[in-house]
């Protein structure tokens, strides 16, 4: 069984890593691409009154990746770590280049969504193997 506090050092860790490694890509990285295509988004000043959400939904997924990276978990380093960011950022990375289908967002951004979650995922999955790996 997995120690509470590894769990808990585990859930801090990714939702800070998340938080940060968004705010980068999004608010920093992607910030001109999102200001040429500003008629599809919310005004800056009302985003602000939504940021709550975002965080909720940020240590909400962080929360449940992290029990799903621990449900298959067999201590076999950070290969195992990242072999589960590429699965899980491949998944969230169609999700978000789907969007390019409904969307009329930049074919650029879809790809930049698309790689974004990948690279995010797999140092997420590799963070976490580190996080619990113990000497066997």
């Given at each position: 069984m997995?120690?509470?506090?590894?769990?808990?050092i585990?859930?801090v860790?990714?939702?800070?890593?998340?938080?940060?490694?968004?705010?980068?890509?999004?608010?920093?990285?992607l910030?001109?691409l999102y200001?040429?295509?500003?008629h599809?988004?919310?005004?800056?000043?009302?985003m602000?009154n939504y940021?709550?959400?975002?965080?909720?939904?940020q240590?909400?997924s962080s929360?449940?990746l992290v029990?799903?990276?621990?449900?298959?978990?067999e201590?076999k380093?950070?290969?195992?770590?990242?072999?589960?960011?590429l699965f899980?950022?491949?998944?969230?990375?169609?999700?978000?280049?789907?969007?390019?289908?409904?969307?009329p967002?930049?074919?650029?951004?879809?790809?930049?969504?698309f790689?974004?979650?990948?690279?995010?995922?797999?140092?997420?999955?590799?963070?976490?193997?580190?996080?619990?790996?113990?000497?066997k």
């Amino acid at each position: 069984m997995m120690s509470k506090i590894k769990i808990l050092i585990s859930c801090v860790a990714a939702f800070i890593f998340v938080a940060v490694y968004e705010f980068i890509l999004h608010g920093i990285l992607l910030k001109d691409l999102y200001t040429q295509s500003a008629h599809l988004w919310r005004p800056q000043a009302e985003m602000q009154n939504y940021f709550v959400y975002m965080t909720i939904c940020q240590l909400i997924s962080s929360i449940i990746l992290v029990f799903f990276y621990l449900q298959k978990h067999e201590n076999k380093g950070w290969t195992e770590g990242l072999r589960f960011g590429l699965f899980v950022g491949g998944l969230m990375g169609v999700n978000g280049f789907s969007f390019y289908a409904v969307s009329p967002i930049p074919l650029s951004l879809a790809i930049y969504w698309f790689f974004g979650s990948l690279f995010e995922s797999s140092l997420l999955g590799i963070l976490l193997a580190l996080i619990n790996s113990s000497k066997k």
